[in-house]
């Protein structure tokens, strides 16, 4: 009978495993295409059906780091003229027919991005954790509402407040600016870190802290040597959600930048160059995207199974 039910578990086992594989390579299907167009060649691109294996080619992401000119029709290159290029050059110009005149905009986005979505994560965490450990262990006369009145701003779609918004940052000269654009993403993560860091902090058992301040330690201490790496996962799990929306972030960076401080997701849409929409280019760009949101969850993908529990757990 065991042997029986031993068997009946394994074969459950190997068909969750199943289901699970394909699911996943579902959701995989759009992002592998993605990776897969950044590596087409350009006449390959447009093709139908589409070709799954072919010689792979780096000159989306070569194209995607510079500006360039197409030929004039008819024009041919001498043979030195094609060795004095430098081999990155010579790829798009055997490719596309092409000439790099200058480097892209894409570094400059992509540090926009980068600057904009760790400040801002950084700055949200540190403040929330604060608020939150207030929250969590102080009376506070109308605390509750308090709290609701931080979620509530999170009720309405962001497209309800961008116009005021955008207005309000022109009057003050933050329009187009990294500043402005860090208070805005701060402003929206804020609400949610702070409810879910509570979540973890109301966890831990205050009588650690009890202890510690019988000890000798001030306030500050206990919260900065107890609390702190007590609620790390929480706090983890909580940056991870606030960098994966300030750096996929659509819509007020389109609105409240046009170049200084505009970010990835607003400029790699409009990835025209002289022959068309470069379809190969923005599938590069947009891998390249992803990596540093891949790579931040990765690290912290411990953190994240307990995070989406949002501090459900209680002691």
Known sequence: MAAVNRKKVSVT?????????????????????????S?????????????????????????????????????TLTQEQIDNMTWYQKIVYQESNEEIVRRGDFPLRYLNSLIITVVSTAITILMATFAAYAFSRFKIRGKNDILFFILSTRM???????????????????????????????????????WVLKGFIDEIPIEYEEAAMVDGYTRFQTFWKIIVPQAMTGIAATAVFCFIFSWNEFGFAFIMTKSRAQTIPPWLPYQMGVLGYDWGAAAAGAVLFIIPALVFTIILRKNLVRGITFGAIRK
């Not at 590596?39 to 139908?48: A, L």
């Not at 600016?177 to 609400?191: D, K, Q, R």
Request: glycine share 4%; aromatic share 16%; no cysteine.
């Open 13 to 37: 086992r190997i068909l969750v495993i199943i289901l699970i594989v394909i699911i996943t390579f579902v959701y995989m299907v759009p992002l592998l295409f993605v990776i897969d167009t």
């Open 39 to 75: 590596f087409k060649p350009w006449t390959m691109i447009k093709e139908w059906p589409p070709r799954i294996f072919f010689k792979p080619s780096i000159a989306p992401y070569i194209r995607i780091f510079t500006a360039r000119t197409v030929y004039p029709p008819g024009t």
């Open 156 to 194: 309405l779609p962001a497209v309800v407040v961008l116009i005021p918004i955008f207005l309000m940052f022109r009057k003050l000269g933050l329009g187009d600016n990294h500043i402005g654009m860090i208070i805005l993403y701060t402003a929206f993560n804020l609400s949610f870190a702070v």
